[in-house]
């Protein structure tokens, strides 16, 4: 129960986020931890469905998440969790219910890099005036004065990132 | 992945929900199972604080729980949840969420017997006029036709009704 965290990725539609916060769940769970793996598209299709993109939606988005992890947390499964957590209060919040137990880990690439990638073709459907509140070009994305830790996609492969962040997690444990 | 399900126990305060569920919980962490508790009180501290007794909350607080209950299983991690979930609603919006993968446990005890056992206080504080919506006193309690189960909790011992649930399910799942 002691070694439980939550790792929560945030960062702009693109960074990178979900491949990194997957690739770690499994090497958690390759060393035995159990792990509870979050993701802002799957609880938007679920629990979250009934919430919208507006500031204060996307806060009651992140704490609802930020109490899921806390409770699976208290009976020690870990929680890999990516959300874009857009702006300053969203990641407050997190750290509000979540306390010492959370590791935040900014996911960074440009907003030019995360259009060129366009994974889910939402950078081109917004282009094309189909999304009005869109993180990074028409709602704001507040870069992070207080993450745990920032990576960044541009510069290491998935496998180096999350070699980076356990390092990290050992000295800080040491 | 494919043993894993949600136990759902419903049922009057009092009747045992929480106990049974606590007892099922360790009996499949004993059989190497990840398990993950969803407790009506726990929620309602956390992501559901800002839910109250209306039936239309109680219905949002069991969505809810479903759906964390079904992202916590499609991770092939099971599900011991206890909510009174009071009415048909309920129980119906835990099915359509769930599907076939939940087991609805009734735990069944006389409101006699509840108010008798009143673990929590809560049947005294509502006799003193101190809570307004009390299921089985002022607010309504549906007896399921529907159920997966029956538990009585005035019948048998703790351990004779967890080993009552496992029969079940083998012969089910055989």
């Known amino acids: 129960m002691e070694k439980a965290y939550v790792y929560w990725f945030f960062g702009l539609s693109g960074s990178g986020k979900s491949t990194l916060a997957d690739a770690l769940a499994l090497r958690l769970k390759s060393l035995g931890e159990q792990v509870l793996r979050l993701d802002g598209d ?35 499964i870990s929680v890999v969790a990516s959300f874009i957590s857009p702006e300053d209060i969203h990641r407050r919040k997190v750290k509000e219910v979540l306390g010492a137990k959370v590791h935040l880990i900014f ?58 962040i356990m390092k990290q997690w050992k000295e800080q444990n040491a």
Chains 1, 2 share one sequence.
């Open 42 to 76: 799957q609880m938007r299709a679920g629990i979250n469905k009934d919430l919208g993109f507006s500031s204060q939606d996307r806060l009651e988005n992140v704490r609802r998440a930020a109490e899921i992890a806390k409770l699976s947390l208290e009976q020690g």
């Open 107 to 164: 996911v960074d690439a440009s907003i030019e890099t995360c259009k060129l990638r366009d994974v889910k073709g939402l950078y081109q459907q917004q282009a094309q005036g189909n999304i009005s509140s869109f993180t990074g070009v028409s709602a704001p994305f507040e870069k992070p004065m207080d993450a745990s830790m920032r990576i960044s996609t541009e510069e290491s492969s998935v496998e180096a990132c999350i070699d980076q």
